[in-house]
Nanobody
């Protein structure tokens, strides 16, 4: 059973960098076909895809966030990390990590973390 768990600070000051880590258990982040995603949901709004890192290490970003986003991984710890720079209160959201299987993209994400609330405020 694959499990994902987000971790990181719940409060970030404006203009600082938000950093979150997703720890994966029950499967390797380097296994073929899997893309490891960051998704967020601002209060009262829908889900927004931030970006992902593929099994081979390639990264893909939402164009609207690309200039501020970096996703990396630590294969020795089976973790991948989101960094979002120059945050504003509009970046306040519940942040999720999730897995996407390249072979079954039409079915959507098959595993999700429980989500972590991040608030941007001074």
């Amino acid at each position: 059973q694959v499990q994902l768990q987000e971790s990181g600070p719940g409060l970030v000051k404006p203009s600082q960098t938000l950093s979150l880590t997703c720890t994966v258990s029950g499967g390797s982040i380097t296994t073929n076909y899997y893309y490891w995603n960051w998704i967020r949901q601002p209060p009262g709004k829908g889900l927004e895809w931030i970006g992902n890192i593929a099994y081979g290490g390639n990264t893909y970003y939402n164009p609207s966030l690309k200039s501020r986003t970096s996703i990396s991984r630590d294969t020795s710890k089976n973790q991948f990390t989101l960094q979002l720079s120059s945050v504003t209160p509009e970046d306040t959201a519940v942040y999720y990590c999730a897995r996407l299987d390249k072979r079954t993209v039409s079915y959507g994400y098959d595993y999700w973390g429980q989500g972590t609330q991040v608030t941007v405020s001074s």
